[in-house]
C-alpha cells in the first residue's frame, strides 16, 4: 500500500468501527438514559428501533445513490449527519429529540457504511492487498460492538450517558476533515438514473418487516400488528423483486442478485451477524442476571473473545491465500456453531466463567473469520460499477441480522423461562438460566444447519455462466 492508501485506509476502517460500536454503546445505558429525558422502562426499545429501521431499511437504496453521485460525496454527508445527531442525541432534554437523534444516527449509518465499505473495495485491486483491508475491516466489526458495551459502561458509570453520543462528534469530525485530502472520489455513473419504484419498495419492506421482527421480540409475538407488518415487508419485498425484473435502470441487477455467490455469500453473513450478535446478548444476560456481574465487569469479560475476534481479522489474508473464502465462510460459520452448543453447559456458579472465555474466545475467532470470509465472497468478482450494489447488499445484510438474531433468540430465551418458572420447580436464576441454555441450543443447531445448506449450494464446482466465481 501507498501511504496514501495507508491513510485511507485507517479514515474508512475507523468510520466502520466508531459505527460498529455505536451499535452497542447505547445497550448498557438504556436505563440512565430513560431516566435522564424521561422515558419510560417499557418504551426504552424504541431508543435501539429508531437507529436499527433507517439503518437497516435505507442501506440498499443509498448504496446504490452513492454509486450514482459518488461515493465520497456520500460518505461525507454520512459524517456531517453522524455529527449533527450526535450532538442532538448528547444534548436531548426531551423523548422526542433524544429518538430522533437515533433516526438521525440510523440514516448516518446507512449513508456512510455502504459508501465507506464501497471505497475500501474499489481503492485497493482484487487480490491479497483487498483481502486484507477487508480482512482489517471484519477485525474491527466484532471489536467495535464489544468495545462499544465496555465505553458505554465507563461513560455512564463514570461520566453520563450523554457522552455515548457526544463521544462520535470529535472522532467523526476529525475524519471529515481529512478524508477529502486522502479518500479517492468513487465514480459517479451519471449514465444511470435512480429506480424510484424499487427505491420505495425495497425500503418500505425492509423497515416494515424489521419493525416486525423488533416489535415482536420486544412486545411479543401474539400481536396482530406484528405479523401484519412482517407481512406486508414481505409483500413489498416481493413486488421489488418483481419491479426489478422489469426496470430499465433497476436499483439491483437481478443478474448480480443471481449468482451464487452473491446470493449464498450474503445468507452466510445473515447468519454469521444474526447468531454471532444473538451469543453476545444472551451471554451479557447470563454474566449479569446469573452471575451478578456489573455491566462494567460484562465488558471487560468480553474484551478477551474481542482480541481474538481481532487477531482472526489479522491472520486471515493468510488463510485466505491458501483457503478459498467461501470454504472460510463454511468454517467459521460451523466453529461458531459449535461455540454456541458448548456455551450452553454454563452452571449457576461463576466456575463457569472459565467455559464462557474459552468458548467464546474460539467463537469469536470463528465468527471474525466468517464474517471476514462473507465480505470477499459477496463482493469478488464483480466489476467497480457493481461495488456500490455488492457492498450495499453486505451492508444490508449486516444491519437486517443485527436487528433479527437478538429479539428471536431472546423470544426463545424468554419462552423457556417463562415456562420453567411457571411449573414453580426452579427459582428466578434456574430460570434465567434455563432459557439461556435452550436459545444457545437453538443458535448453535441453527448455525450448524445453514452451514451445512451454504456448503451445499456454495461449493459446487459447477461454473457460474452469468460471470467467473469467486
Known amino acids: 500500500m501507498t501511504p496514501r492508501q495507508r491513510l485511507a485506509l485507517v479514515l474508512l476502517l475507523g468510520t466502520q468501527f466508531m459505527l460498529a460500536i455505536d451499535f452497542s454503546i447505547l445497550n448498557v445505558a438504556l436505563p440512565s438514559i430513560g431516566a435522564g429525558v424521561g422515558l419510560g422502562e417499557g ?46 442525541g448528547g444534548l436531548a432534554q426531551g423523548p422526542t429529540v433524544l429518538l ?135 409483500v413489498l419485498l416481493g413486488a421489488f423483486w418483481r419491479i426489478e425484473a422489469t426496470s430499465p435502470h433497476p436499483l439491483a441487477s437481478l443478474e448480480v442478485l443471481r449468482l451464487r455467490h452473491v446470493g449464498w455469500g450474503n445468507l452466510g453473513g445473515l447468519v454469521v451477524f444474526a447468531m454471532g450478535s444473538s451469543i453476545v446478548f444472551l451471554m451479557t444476560l447470563y454474566l449479569q442476571r446469573v452471575l451478578g456481574y456489573s455491566a462494567v465487569t460484562t465488558g471487560l469479560i468480553f474484551g478477551l473473545p474481542g482480541a481474538a475476534a481481532f487477531v482472526a481479522g489479522l491472520v486471515a489474508p493468510r488463510v485466505l491465500a491458501v483457503v ?91 419462552a423457556r423461562t417463562s415456562a420453567l418458572t411457571a411449573g414453580g420447580d426452579h427459582s428466578a436464576r434456574e430460570a434465567t438460566l434455563g432459557g439461556i441454555q435452550t436459545a444457545l441450543v437453538v443458535n448453535g443447531l441453527v448455525t450448524i444447519a445453514l452451514a451445512a445448506l451454504i456448503a451445499a449450494f456454495l461449493l459446487r464446482r459447477r461454473p457460474d455462466r452469468r460471470t467467473a466465481m469467486v
Do not use: C, K
Open 100 to 234: 430522533l437523534a437515533r433516526v438521525g444516527q440510523g440514516l448516518a449509518a446507512a449513508i456512510a457504511i455502504p459508501a465507506a465499505l464501497s471505497l475500501l473495495v474499489t481503492t485497493f485491486p482484487e487480490g491479497p492487498v483487498r483481502q486484507r483491508a477487508l480482512s482489517l475491516n471484519g477485525a474491527l466489526l466484532p471489536a467495535g460492538f464489544t468495545v462499544g458495551a465496555l465505553v458505554g459502561g465507563l461513560l455512564t458509570g463514570y461520566l453520563s450517558w450523554r457522552w455515548a453520543f457526544l463521544v462520535n462528534v470529535p472522532v467523526a469530525l476529525a475524519i471529515l476533515l481529512a478524508a477529502p485530502r486522502v479518500v479517492p472520489g468513487g465514480r459517479a455513473d451519471v449514465r444511470r438514473r435512480l429506480d424510484v419504484p424499487g427505491a420505495l419498495t425495497v425500503t418500505a419492506g425492509l423497515v416494515a418487516f424489521v419493525y416486525g421482527i423488533s416489535s415482536g421480540g420486544e412486545d411479543g409475538w401474539g400481536r396482530p400488528s406484528v405479523w401484519i407488518a412482517v407481512a406486508a415487508g414481505l
Open 324 to 414: 478459498e473464502p467461501r470454504r472460510t465462510l463454511v468454517f467459521g460459520l460451523l466453529v461458531q456453531g459449535l461455540s454456541a452448543l458448548s456455551l450452553a453447559f454454563v452452571g449457576l456458579d461463576r466456575s463457569s466463567l472459565s467455559l464462557v472465555l474459552a468458548a467464546s474466545v474460539v467463537g469469536f475467532f470463528g465468527h471474525a473469520s466468517g464474517l471476514v470470509a462473507y465480505l470477499v465472497t459477496a463482493t469478488s468478482g464483480l466489476p467497480d460499477t457493481q461495488q456500490g450494489l455488492a457492498t450495499g447488499l453486505t451492508t444490508m445484510t449486516q444491519q437486517v441480522a443485527l436487528t433479527l438474531g437478538i429479539p428471536i433468540m431472546s423470544a426463545v430465551a424468554t
Open 43 to 88: 418504551d426504552l426499545q424504541w431508543i435501539a428501533t429508531t437507529f436499527a429501521l433507517p439503518s437497516a431499511g435505507f442501506t440498499l437504496l443509498f448504496a446504490r445513490v452513492a454509486d450514482l453521485a459518488g461515493r465520497r460525496r456520500m460518505f461525507l454527508t454520512g459524517l456531517v449527519l453522524l455529527i449533527v445527531a450526535s450532538l442532538l
